[in-house]
């Protein structure tokens, strides 16, 4: 993922700087910075926050495909498999996503790979057998 490089440029093409972004969220600038210079795993809840403070959408922050199939997924995960998501290293997952976003992949497929992961997510805490 190279968030922190696509923030950083959204914030030059943008004209805001680090200062602003931070006031406009109510955090410190060397959080911001620190975000910016990749010294922090951000959660979706956070770049989610740094979007809405741009005013622009979450897959701005992804390349390629990639942001496109985000951007769906956002739309479409429910709020507790984001809480979720949130709540843990999301590595995997993004690997996951990666690996899939560079398929040939319709948004009824990406709805899918949601259901099965929150029906997983849900054995899980059922503490069933996957």
Do not use: H
């Not at 199939?69 to 993004?94: M, T, Y």
């Amino acid at each position: 993922m190279e968030f922190d490089t696509n923030l950083k440029k959204a914030l030059e093409e943008m004209g805001v700087t680090q200062r602003e972004l931070a006031n406009r969220m109510g955090k410190e600038e060397t959080y911001i910075s620190r975000i910016i210079n990749n010294r922090y795993n951000v959660s979706w809840r956070m770049i989610n926050d740094i979007a809405n403070a741009l005013d622009i959408s979450p897959a701005c922050f992804f390349t390629d495909n990639q942001g496109e199939l985000f951007k769906i997924l956002l739309n479409e995960l429910p709020e507790d498999l984001l809480e979720f998501l949130q709540s843990r290293k999301n590595q995997a997952w993004i690997a996951t996503m990666k690996d899939i976003s560079e398929m040939d992949i319709t948004p009824e497929q990406v709805k899918t790979v949601v259901q099965l992961w929150k029906d997983t997510i849900e054995k899980t805490r059922q503490n069933k057998p996957i």
